[in-house]
């Protein structure tokens, strides 16, 4: 029996001693009480994945638990309870699910989260049919709509959505000048006399409301933004950060602007769980991945991987089939890691390095005061897309909303040696193992 096995088997004699299941960490730290001389990162690539390879004697009733399917099984409420425990969703219901998510969708073309579109479901679908949709199925349906060319996705702190063809309404005919500068005088007045940013968001809300009740005209994002860009070029307005870009007042304020508080400083090294865990419940069902294997690469200690920019910090192998090519086909992803307002260039180089031997390589930089309207921010934005890199930035680690894919990478296609010898070279020995199991 290898250590991996081990390990494995003693993790699931602890779940057999709980049966509400325990959480990733706590099961982890107490393997690490069992096997003290283990490595902490080889304890923890035995069982990340104990409900993929024992499907029949692990399941995850929720995010980051663990617990054993005979204690699910035994459960009154299964079918109906308010997590992934629910019977598994038929082809009827399905159907009635992408139904629900696409009337949940602005029919004015404009984009709307996936955070609010998955609670619009969920709401709907525990009301009709009492199903509970998790954050997995909302995306493989959400992926189909976009396949199907009914939908497409924007760019925005936990990804948006928006429908592809707008429905007719004659709400956007063209505004005349008159009307422009009535609306100018609504936004103006929306925003606080006292210097104080509100979102776009909300300014966009108040202004429609505005312009609903005094002009009956509706007010679509894009002429938003045209008369706010009007009034910051005539020095009336200013911009500032935050989700969706805010907005202040600089001419007319009565008080001094306050500046935002700035957001504890987190450590490169503190950010990598957070994002594991994003990548394998929010990242990976987003780029309907099914079947992979997640590693932190950072952790290698003295391991020699083949010189200066060769090691990733977070590194991800997909295994995919296709109905029409036979055998299996690998996806290697790589993901470095940057602190709190990292933006120097040396890290589109470094991401950039890995890519000679991946499909898809981003660079992830934790910005917790907001999107950066700076020129140095733009600059590495634009050096990524020269590279064709991808670029994700993240206020809270560990709240999937709070991340914005700002460029998507651009696929590449390795050398399959190349491939091999990352995998080889860079990876832990457990991820490798189970590499070799799925490619079989």
């Known amino acids: 029996m290898t250590k991996r096995d081990e390990i494995s088997t003693r993790a699931k004699e602890i779940l057999g001693s709980a049966p509400d299941g ?15 001389d283990v490595p902490e990162g080889t304890i923890g690539g035995s069982i990340w994945n ?8 692990v399941c995850k009733p929720a995010r980051g638990y663990f617990r054993l399917t005979k204690f699910r099984e035994s459960d009154p409420d299964t079918a109906s309870a308010g997590n992934e425990q629910q019977a598994k969703i038929g082809q009827k219901q399905r159907s009635r699910l992408t139904k629900v998510l696409f009337e949940a969708i602005p029919k004015d073309g404009t984009t709307i989260s996936n955070r609010a579109a998955l609670q619009k479901v969920q709401k709907v679908a525990k009301a009709r049919w009492h199903v509970h949709v998790s954050k997995k199925t909302y995306f493989e349906i959400r992926n189909e709509l976009i396949a199907e060319g009914r939908l497409a996705k924007r760019a925005g702190p936990g990804g948006r959505v928006c429908r592809i063809e707008p429905a007719g309404n004659e709400e956007h005919a063209k505004i005349g000048q008159k009307q422009r500068s009535k609306l100018a005088k609504i936004l103006f007045d929306s925003i606080p006399k006292d210097g104080t940013s509100i979102s776009n968001g909300v300014a966009l809300r108040r202004v429609q409301k505005a312009a609903k009740a005094s002009l009956n ?10 008369i706010r860009n009007e009034l910051i070029a005539k020095g009336q307005l200013g911009k500032g950060v935050g989700y ?16 935002a508080k700035q957001r504890k ?45 060769t090691r990733p910090d977070l590194s991800l192998v997909g295994i995919h089939t296709f109905t029409y090519i036979p055998g299996k086909t690998i996806e290697l992803v790589t993901f470095e890691v940057k602190p709190t307002d990292d933006f120097r260039i040396e890290g589109v180089f470094e991401t950039a390095a890995h890519s000679r031997a991946t499909h898809r390589s981003y660079l992830m930089i934790h910005t917790p005061n907001g999107k950066p309207d700076t020129d140095k921010f733009q600059r590495l934005a634009s050096e990524c897309e020269r590279f064709g890199l991808g670029l994700i930035i ?15 990478a651009e696929r590449r296609n390795p050398n399959a040696a190349d491939v091999n010898a990352f995998i080889k070279n860079v990876m832990h020995k457990p991820q490798q193992e189970s590499i070799s199991e799925m490619v079989k």
């Open 22 to 36: 325990l959480r990733l960490r706590e099961l982890r730290g107490r393997l690490r009480e069992l096997f003290p």
């Open 265 to 309: 400083k987190i450590a490169e090294r503190a950010l990598y769980e957070p994002l594991l865990e994003y990548i394998r419940q929010t990242w990976v069902p987003e780029n309907e991945i099914k079947n992979f294997v997640l590693d932190k690469t950072a952790a290698l200690g003295m391991k020699k991987t083949g010189g200066v920019w």
């Open 244 to 259: 969706g870009g805010s907005v202040h007042r600089i001419e007319g304020t009565t008080v001094a602007s306050k500046t």
């Open 50 to 57: 104990l409900h993929v390879r024992f499907p029949d004697e």
């Open 217 to 226: 005209l509706d007010v679509s994002r894009e002429t938003y933004f045209e």
């Open 394 to 408: 993240f206020g809270n680690p560990h709240n999937w909303e709070t991340f914005e894919t700002v460029q998507e």
